[in-house]
């Protein structure tokens, strides 16, 4: 009888130790399901971040579109420049040829259409065209 209340006794440690390590297991499944919350809340993070990537990314295309745009701008507009720059000249050289014609020596004459005539560097630039 004695063994029999032993083995009773060893049962009621070991129902308790089960006890115990089933309190432990819910608590660990508690954690698990913390985690796996946390684990949806940085998914929906991830993609609430993928969603601002896009939205950049576009944004950023949309800038380099403009960007484009400014460019193709600018180089119309250096080569209207360049176009005015030669009409000056032009005026410059009517003007001195003008001038030089009705009051200087012909030696002066000479040497000022050989100064104007090193301005032709602005014949090698292209008229104005668009880069498109």
Known sequence: MRLD???????????RLD???????????RLDVDLLRLDVDLLRLDVDLL????????????????????????????RLNVDLLRLDVDLLRLNVETYTSNLMPLRYTTYIRNSLNSLKFFSAIPATNSLR
């Open 51 to 78: 969603r601002l990537d896009v939205d950049l990314l576009r944004l950023n295309f949309d800038l380099l579109r403009l960007n484009v745009d400014l460019l193709r701008l600018n180089f119309d507009l250096l």
């Open 5 to 15: 209340v032993d083995l009773l006794r060893l049962d009621v440690d070991l129902l």
């Open 19 to 29: 006890v115990d390590l089933l309190r432990l297991d819910v608590d660990l499944l």
